[in-house]
C-alpha cells in the first residue's frame, strides 16, 4: 500500500517540461501544478528592438504576419 501510495504522489508532482529551437529562438516552458515558468531568448534581437512569443492548442492553425 504505500509503495502505491509513493507512486501515485510521484506521478503527480512531475512537471512538463516543453521546449522549441528554431534557429536564432529558442523557448522553453515547464508547467508544474498551477505554476508556468518560461524562458524565452532571441540572439538576433538588437536595442530598439522587439520580440515575442505565442501559446495556442498547436501551431498548425498558427498565425504567421
Not at 1 to 24: E, K
Request: with cysteine; proline share 3%.
Amino acid at each position: 500500500m504505500l509503495r502505491l501510495l509513493l507512486a501515485a504522489f510521484l506521478v503527480s508532482s512531475v512537471a512538463a517540461d516543453c521546449t522549441y529551437n528554431g534557429g536564432d529562438v529558442s523557448a522553453r516552458w515547464q508547467v508544474s501544478g498551477d505554476k508556468l515558468t518560461v524562458e524565452f531568448i532571441n540572439k538576433k534581437i538588437g536595442n530598439n528592438q522587439w520580440t515575442g512569443i505565442g501559446f495556442g492548442p498547436n501551431m498548425v492553425r498558427f498565425p504567421h504576419f
